[in-house]
């Protein structure tokens, strides 16, 4: 397995979260930019709800950094958008039970809407790459 490894910054005068870390510092090496994944099947059907839709587009997110030679263990950057008004923590517990307990910066940011109507949420990561 190769040895690319990111190191996380967790100052002390700040909160630890077993969930994400407060930074990370990537090393030099090949970048992969995973664009924004909604919650579609392999087909291009939208699942429905917001669990559905989480787990699949963090499924999504973690089959694009398998076909880069990556893994969630090597994302740098994580970004969650969710629909105003959906419940956070469903879709934090859905996108939990498929990443893992991988720890890494993490926004959560709601948005009005997504460019696909019905999309309740998009992700997208960063990751290395290691040689």
């Known amino acids: ?16 979260n077993p969930a994400f870390t407060q930074g990370v510092i990537a090393p030099a090496a090949r970048t992969l930019y995973v664009g924004g994944q909604l919650g579609t099947d392999s087909t291009g059907k939208l699942l429905d709800g917001i669990e559905a839709q989480t787990t699949q587009a963090m499924r999504n997110v973690l089959t694009v950094l398998a076909a880069a030679g990556t893994g969630p263990q090597h994302v740098v950057k994580l970004n969650i ?3 105003d008004g959906v ?3 469903v879709g934090y517990a859905a996108s939990r039970s498929v990443w893992g307990d991988h720890r890494t910066a993490i926004t959560v940011v709601s948005t009005a809407g997504h460019a696909r109507p019905g999309a309740l949420v998009e992700i997208d990561a960063v990751a290395i790459i290691p040689e």
């Open 81 to 83: 958008y969710l629909v």
């Open 1 to 16: 397995m190769p040895t690319a490894r990111t190191t996380h910054v967790d100052p002390e005068e700040l909160h630890r």
């Open 87 to 89: 419940d956070a923590q």
